[in-house]
């Protein structure tokens, strides 16, 4: 062993330059940090080979005076902070002082810079100690060239070229979305790839994540004392197959936080599909001193002070947007053009089906009951011996006392309701529509305390080996919810109860396909490792099948049930359930009185 040294500041730099600069996408984040915190209005940047071969970013903003210069590049030197008071209360994106002397390290870099009040910029290059008079009009403009040029064991880890683009195209994406108040550019190879004006919030998110997002996205707004989330998220039928699509910003920050992660996933955990994946671009707010930065290299982890009532906040605020289906803005109807001012349902009944109320009065009540009863023959009821009743015809119903989804004229092709509701037409998909209420009621069979309907006759069908084994393993299991299952010869099943709500359903194919699900997981963790698996292969075989005739005050019975149920209107696939096209809709389609 050698005596301990102190180790050359050179070394020292490539060393703290591994944690801060992984790839060129990891430097132009730190750049582009900097452009920020320097307060201008704009950011220009420009690649070359990736970024690999060169990065150049120019902002407007604050420069650094000539003397401070040579300090940029050395370790531990910031303008941002200057005690551990600074540190907990931070706002800049930058605070450590280290990026440029890692950048440096590990490339060929140089500085030219315009101070406020200075007659003319001032160049600094890395390994030089004195700056050179040079020309720029205002702001600073850092250059970057041949990353890892002298540390070629860790050139040999680059991607190529384009794949490295892509991770850069990425970082301005992260920080263009937090900052739509700047005009901001990019081009690779000579070609612009992005050119944002400076604008909005909404107009930034639109820019970067498409007009298909921002249609179907849902607006989140809520606060909750120092706490505030705002921005849009996809609502499930707007899901994507991977995560590409996924911002989240802690204080203008983008993180990858665990917890919020969390929230993030419980909140979409019954509306999507487990393979697809929702879209958002969403900013939590809160005070700098309840929010740790300092945790990680990158910066890219944060860790909260109350972070339980972080988890929930964002948790429920999220849950309430999208378990808000609004009336006023369901999927997009006639060519997905917004309804015009007037056009909306009054405010009452426009801004979360949790506002919306049955209707209480007198006759039509009573004739919504037992619409409502008949509907359930092929379901609830059926447990009551009430199954083969016929619903009563509807009395005529007074309009101006219209339910959000109105009341239904006809069914198309056995597959839709149509419906009439105060503001025109509403079309439903009868199925989806049902098995997403059925999703949400078959929630009491997973807490194990469902209605059971015993089958006059077992329903016996042919098991594979594998079906047989998984039955006789998950044997209690599945005796909770409701299925009493049990062999009825060698290569055969017997099914003689399902729970009530399923009692309509195909039982052999119902058990088919909860076998399936069950199959590879031990009997004690299987509902709560495929509960929303479960829950749709049960909602989907228990759903209301195309081409079944319903009676008219069967499909009332499902408009009804529909405003009762929260996210009622997407399927536990994600795909819209109902959409609805306004009277105004319909007269601009014919042309009528243009
Ligand atoms: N684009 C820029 N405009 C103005 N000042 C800058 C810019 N980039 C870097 N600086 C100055 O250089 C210092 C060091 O930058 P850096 O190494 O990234 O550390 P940090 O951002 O953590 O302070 C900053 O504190 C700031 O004063
Ligand atoms: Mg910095």
Redesign the pocket.
């Known amino acids: 062993m050698r005596s301990i040294q102190q180790l050359p500041d050179l070394l020292i730099n490539q060393i703290a330059a591994g944690e801060v600069v992984e790839r060129p996408a990891s430097v132009l984040k730190?750049l582009l940090?900097?452009?920020v915190?320097?307060g201008g209005r704009s950011i220009e940047v420009q690649l070359e080979q990736g970024g690999v071969r060169r990065i150049r970013v120019a902002?407007d903003?604050?420069?650094?005076p000539p003397a401070?210069l040579p300090l940029?590049l050395a370790r531990h030197?910031?303008?941002?902070i200057a005690s551990l008071d600074d540190l907990e209360h931070v706002g800049t994106m930058?605070?450590?002082?280290?990026?440029?002397?890692a950048i440096a390290g590990v490339t060929r870099l140089a500085i030219t810079?315009r101070a406020r009040g200075q007659s003319h910029a001032w160049k600094i290059e890395a390994g030089r100690r004195e700056a050179q008079p040079a020309a720029l009009t205002e702001?600073?403009v850092?250059d970057v060239a041949d990353l890892y040029y002298n540390t070629p064991a860790r050139r040999k880890f680059l991607k190529t070229d384009a794949t490295e683009y892509a991770h850069c195209d990425e970082a301005f994406r992260r920080i263009a979305l937090a900052h739509p108040e700047l005009a901001m550019q990019l081009a690779h190879n000579g070609r612009v790839t992005h050119r944002l004006a400076a604008g909005d919030a909404s107009r930034r998110v639109r820019a970067l994540m498409g007009d298909d997002f921002v249609e179907q996205g849902r607006e989140i707004e809520a606060d909750a004392g120092p706490l505030r989330l705002h921005g849009m998220a996809s609502q499930p039928a707007y899901s994507r197959s991977s995560r590409d699509a996924q911002y989240f910003f802690v204080n203008g920050r983008f993180v990858r936080d665990k917890l919020i992660s969390h929230a993030l996933r419980e909140a979409y955990a019954d509306i999507l599909h487990g393979s697809r994946h929702p879209a958002f671009v969403l900013f939590l707010e809160l005070d700098p001193s309840a929010v740790d930065v300092n945790v990680h290299p990158a910066k890219i982890e944060v860790r909260f002070r109350e972070s339980r009532a972080v988890h929930q906040f964002v948790l429920h605020a999220l849950r309430r947007t999208l378990a808000g289906s609004t009336a006023a803005a369901p999927p997009s109807g006639l060519g997905a053009r917004p309804p015009p001012p007037g056009d909306a349902l009054p405010p009452s009944a426009g801004d979360a089906w949790s506002s919306i109320r049955p209707v209480t009065t007198g006759q039509t009540r009573l004739a919504m009951d037992s619409a409502s009863r008949s509907y359930f023959e092929f379901a609830a009821a059926a447990a009551s011996g009430d199954a083969s009743r016929p619903g009563p015809a509807l009395p005529a119903v007074d309009p101006t006392q219209s339910p959000p989804l109105g009341f239904a004229l006809a069914q198309l092709h056995g597959i839709y309701v149509l419906a009439q509701n105060a503001e025109g037409l509403v079309l439903v998909d009868m199925h989806a529509a049902h098995e997403r209420i059925l999703y949400e009621r078959l929630k009491t069979v997973l807490d194990g305390s469902p209605a059971v309907q015993r089958l006059l006759i077992p329903a016996v069908f042919s098991a594979s080996a594998r079906e047989m084994a998984t039955a006789e393993a998950h044997h209690e299991t599945l005796q909770s919810m409701g299925f009493e299952v049990a062999a009825a010869g060698p290569a055969e099943l017997a099914v003689r109860s399902v729970p009530a709500l399923l009692a309509r359903a195909s039982a052999g194919e119902l058990m088919h396909a909860l076998l399936e699900e069950l199959h590879d997981f031990p009997a004690s963790e299987v509902v709560a490792a495929r509960r929303n698996e479960l829950l749709a292969t049960m909602a989907c075989h228990g759903a209301v099948r195309a081409n079944r005739q319903l009676t008219i005050p069967e499909m009332n019975a499902l408009l009804r049930d529909m405003e009762h149920t929260e996210r009622a209107d997407q399927c536990n696939h994600g795909r819209p359930t109902w959409t609805r096209f306004s009277l105004a809709e319909l007269d601009r389609f014919f042309m009528r009185g243009q």
Do not use: P, Q
């Not at 930058?94 to 002397?101: M, V």
């Open positions: 730190e940090e900097n452009a915190d320097a902002d903003g604050c420069g650094i401070e940029a030197a910031t303008s941002k930058g605070f450590r002082g280290e990026a440029l002397a810079s702001g600073t850092v």
